[in-house]
């Protein structure tokens, strides 16, 4: 064979495989990149993606064969929210346990004067005690639910926790509308006595006079603090109970991901809610002295009022017809 054969044959073979190459390449490109190995690759990549198809089941959702949401919602409540209902609370509690460490209780800096003063009606504090103790249910079969497997099943066995959390379920469920009038209530009759103003930030500042700064802030019948946790449990109770009662009654047309989205917030709205309610109980019990004693008999000593709440106590001692300074004066 002649060179000049043998470079024509060389540039034959050689413009033969381009061509294989460039029409391999095109097959490939208006076959959209499907795997020639596995013919019923598009049909899965489109069962994943969840584009609807045709069924005579009139029933939501059943037009996608799989529907990927569900597996997001539970990667995100048995990850982030199991991870993040541990860790708030915890460190909540061990900031309100330094609190007291360091500040320990506010007591009263005078002797009680034996003289009480009403604070709180019966009917105040019968609206209270019903919505706290249906608050701590919710608490308690909330986090249950949410927990119960890695915090409870260890300790008691699948048999004891299964009964249990089905208790917790149905106890949750009935309660949830119940607690959602108590604070509807509770909001109303309290909300002429929670209007901010100027001076609750100052009590917020220091605290209330806890920490040892004077003269103490004043005070009218509602502290700074108190509005605070008044008006979130107003923003938290209107969260927790719209996604409560959309996942209480499914009978709205709810679609799946209104489902899922409405329990990882209230997940975790309620997670919130609980770890403030802790600096609320301490507020009410070790925190001052006095505040629990209000709440339980509905009465408090005037040196505690005039301590606390200042204004307040002057509001009172008009009212009765008296001068505040007098007053003070006799239990000196």
């Known amino acids: 064979m002649t060179t000049h054969n043998k470079k024509r044959t060389v540039s034959v073979l050689t413009l033969g495989m381009l061509l294989l190459f460039l029409v391999s390449w095109m097959t490939y490109w208006q076959a959209g990149g499907v795997d020639i190995s596995n013919p019923r690759a598009n049909f899965w990549r489109v069962v994943r993606e969840g584009i609807p198809a045709y069924t005579s089941t ?58 009480t003063i009403e604070r709180y009606t019966f009917g105040e504090r019968f609206l209270h005690w019903y919505t706290a103790v249906l608050f701590i249910i919710m608490a308690l079969t909330g986090l249950s639910l949410l927990l119960g497997r890695i915090a409870l099943i260890p300790i008691f066995g699948h048999p004891v926790v299964s009964g249990y959390l089905q208790a917790s379920k149905v106890l949750h469920n009935y309660c949830g509308p119940l607690l959602l009038v108590g604070i509807f209530l509770e909001f109303v009759i309290w909300l002429r006595y929670n209007i901010p103003k100027k001076i609750d930030l100052q009590w917020i500042i220091k605290l209330g006079g806890m920490t040892g700064s004077r003269p103490r802030p004043h005070a009218e019948k509602i502290n700074g603090g108190e509005k605070a946790w008044y008006w979130l449990v107003f923003l938290f109770g209107i969260a927790v109970g719209i996604t409560g009662v959309l996942l209480d009654f499914p009978i ?81």
């Open 58 to 115: 009139p029933a939501q959702g059943h037009t996608v064969l799989i529907i990927n949401g569900g597996e997001n919602w539970r990667e995100i409540r048995n990850g982030l929210l199991m991870r993040f209902s541990q860790w708030v609370p915890g460190l909540v509690l061990a900031a309100i346990a330094l609190l007291y460490l360091l500040v320990g209780q506010d007591k009263l800096e005078k002797p009680r004067s034996g003289v």
């Open 252 to 332: 709205w047309g709810q679609t799946r991901f209104t489902m899922q989205l409405s329990h990882a917030i209230h997940a975790t709205v309620a997670i919130l809610f609980v770890s403030v309610l802790f600096g609320h109980i301490y507020m009410g019990t070790l925190g001052i002295e006095g505040v629990f004693e209000s709440m339980w008999t509905g009465y408090v000593d005037t040196v505690w009022a005039q301590q606390n709440h200042d204004l307040w106590y002057e509001e009172k001692m008009r009212e009765e017809g008296e001068k505040p300074a007098a007053v003070a004066a006799q239990h000196e």
